[in-house]
């Protein structure tokens, strides 16, 4: 089955500065890869996400990038600010048929210090 | 507005209990997903289904089992449970087809003791 591998496991930034995290998977066949940002005591909610067909997509300060050859995936968060703050979590699934699962990483908690 | 919900906010239960932990949504979403949520190991998924009585587990089936008789509700079930199953349980719901965003339940911890 599919496994997903997240590093780091908690970033400390300065307000201003970038983040960046970064996941790699196993299977081959996975096609969409979500990102997830949970705030303390909510629920994890969808920020971002890539299919397969795409190397990079933005979304104002948020950017996602893609080598389906190394089989990685990143997050890019620039110009980080406070509300930033929360645990984000990496996904990779093979959708299609009925292989609908959606397998996490273990999260990063970022801080971005004011 | 999706709306995933789960049953309960908070569950106490004792050692050897059969719990059942209920999610519902209203979106007509095929998959639904349960997850448990522990520190520093992420959301493990347990079971997911993607239509009514179709189940596949996923990484930590032991000690669950779940069900799907209507298209709208997912239920997880510890048929004996045990104080290692002291945890955040979260469920999620999406679209089958195409690549879509999964939406989650607000969660259920449910402690065991």
């Known amino acids: 089955g599919e496994n997903v591998e997240q590093h780091p496991s908690t970033l400390s930034v300065q307000e201003g500065d970038s983040a960046v995290i970064k996941c790699t998977y196993s299977?081959?066949?996975?096609?969409?890869f979500p990102w997830y940002k949970q705030e303390l005591g909510k629920r994890p909610q969808l920020i971002i996400d890539?299919?397969?067909?795409?190397g990079e997509k933005k979304d104002q300060r948020i950017a996602v990038t893609l080598n389906k050859t190394a089989k990685h995936f990143s997050l890019h968060i620039t110009e980080t600010q406070p509300e930033d703050s929360a645990v984000y979590f990496c996904a990779a699934s093979n959708r299609g048929g009925s292989q609908g699962n959606l397998i996490f990483g273990k999260g990063t908690k970022l801080s971005v210090k004011p | 507005d999706v709306k995933v919900t789960q049953s309960s906010r908070y569950l106490v239960k004792r050692t050897g209990e059969k719990v059942f932990l209920e999610c519902v949504q209203d979106?007509?979403?095929?998959?639904m997903f349960w997850y448990r949520q522990d520190p520093g190991l992420g959301l493990r998924l347990i079971y997911f289904?993607?239509?009514?009585?179709?189940?596949e587990k996923g990484d930590i089936p032991e000690g669950y089992s779940v069900s799907r008789e209507k298209k709208e509700r997912f239920s997880l079930i510890l048929e004996s449970a045990s104080t290692n199953q002291t945890s955040m349980y979260l469920c999620a719901s999406s679209l089958l087809s195409d690549n879509t965003e999964a939406f989650f339940g607000q969660g259920t911890r449910l402690t065991v003791v």
């Open positions: 979106m007509d979403h095929e998959n």
């Open positions: 289904s993607y239509d009514v009585k179709m189940k």
């Open positions: 890539i299919r397969s067909n795409v």
């Open positions: 299977d081959s066949a996975s096609n969409y």
